[in-house]
């Protein structure tokens, strides 16, 4: 027997679409339990699961209750994941005493990924991925994200990094690591909030036809490894760079936040700061994600096409 499955719920619509070759678009759940509030985090899962359906694809909200590995969510399991106050934020080393021990957690794209694979799944949305952060070179802060994007195969699409990052240094890594990265109509890196970082991307797409090509030859190449699409945030939502590079330094040296601490919403802190500075934050947040979930989802059927 596979020991693995012992551990793991896969929901039925999720079968289902496995058994159908219908594509199938992971989404996380830390933006869910850790980074939106209530309840804007709810609708915001709720209507990013719709988006998938609505394009004629399966959603599967990955996540870890009570110590069983959950692809694809209910309703109800959303509306617990958004409500819970003691859930963990899993990346790789959290996994197996989260599992092991019953307890519940959320998944990072990090733990997005490992769960994701375990079922075939090729495409995953967030919002942003963890990366290198800024003074990496003296705290060794480098998310886990990385090292899995670059080692399973699997397309993530998100709007760059987390706000907070420095860009250059992620890049490097990504490029160390084999990473293939894929602007979306975009020359240049996006930056979360804002759509331009002045980081120069050397590959832009503007088409999901040309990005699951792109993704399918990779993979039919014996290239292990993923792929990220770095999708701009819409126009209506972005903010100018200077303005959230000012919102940083300001939580950065507000101590009170302990915005360095591993554990503490640098995302929903930096969302607090930017909607009193613009009235953006989490609005913006909302919307890059669901853009990203447009796009991931038609990303996703051309690389579950079988025609090519
Ligand atoms: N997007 C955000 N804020 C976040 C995250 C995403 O705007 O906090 C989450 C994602 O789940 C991502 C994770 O995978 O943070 C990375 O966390 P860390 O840097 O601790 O590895
Ligand atoms: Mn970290």
Redesign the pocket.
């Known amino acids: 027997m596979n020991r693995l499955l012992q551990y793991v719920d896969i929901s039925y619509e999720v079968v289902e679409a496995i058994d159908k070759n219908i594509p199938v678009v992971a989404l996380?759940s830390?933006?869910i339990s850790?980074?939106m509030p209530y309840p804007q985090n709810l609708e915001t899962a709720l209507e990013c699961e719709a988006i998938i359906r609505g394009l004629g694809a399966v959603p599967a909200t990955l996540a870890v209750i009570d110590g069983r590995i959950k692809i694809g969510l209910s309703d109800e399991e959303i509306r617990f994941m958004a409500t819970q106050p003691n859930v963990i934020k899993m990346?790789r080393r959290d996994l197996p005493v989260v599992v092991a021990n019953k307890l519940t957690g959320a998944t990072?794209?990090?733990t997005s990924i490992l769960i994701a694979v375990m079922a075939g799944i090729k495409v995953l949305v967030?919002?942003?991925?963890?990366g290198v952060h800024i003074n990496a070179q003296e705290t060794f802060d480098i998310?886990?994200?990385l090292q899995e994007i670059a080692t399973n195969n699997i397309c993530v699409v998100c709007s760059g990094g987390?706000a907070i990052l420095d860009i250059g240094l992620t890049m490097e890594y990504l490029e160390t690591h084999g990473v293939t990265v894929l602007g979306y109509q975009t020359d240049e890196m996006p930056a979360?909030y804002s759509s331009k970082s002045g980081y120069r991307l050397d590959y832009r797409l503007d088409t999901p036809e040309e990005i699951g090509k792109t993704i399918k030859t990779k993979w039919d190449l014996g290239l292990d490894g993923g792929v990220l699409v770095a999708n701009p945030i819409p126009d209506e939502y972005n903010m100018d760079r200077s303005d959230v590079e000012r919102a940083i330094e300001k939580a950065l040296e507000d101590t009170s936040l302990n915005i360095k601490d591993?554990h503490s919403?640098?995302?929903m802190i930096l969302d607090r700061y930017l909607q009193e500075e613009s009235g953006l934050g989490l609005v913006a947040?909302m919307a890059l994600l669901k853009n990203n979930v447009k796009l991931g989802t038609l990303v996703a059927k051309e690389v579950y096409r079988v025609d090519y």
């Open positions: 996380e830390t933006v850790h980074v990346s990072t794209v990090a967030t919002g942003g991925i963890g998310s886990r994200d987390k979360f591993e919403d640098e995302t947040n």
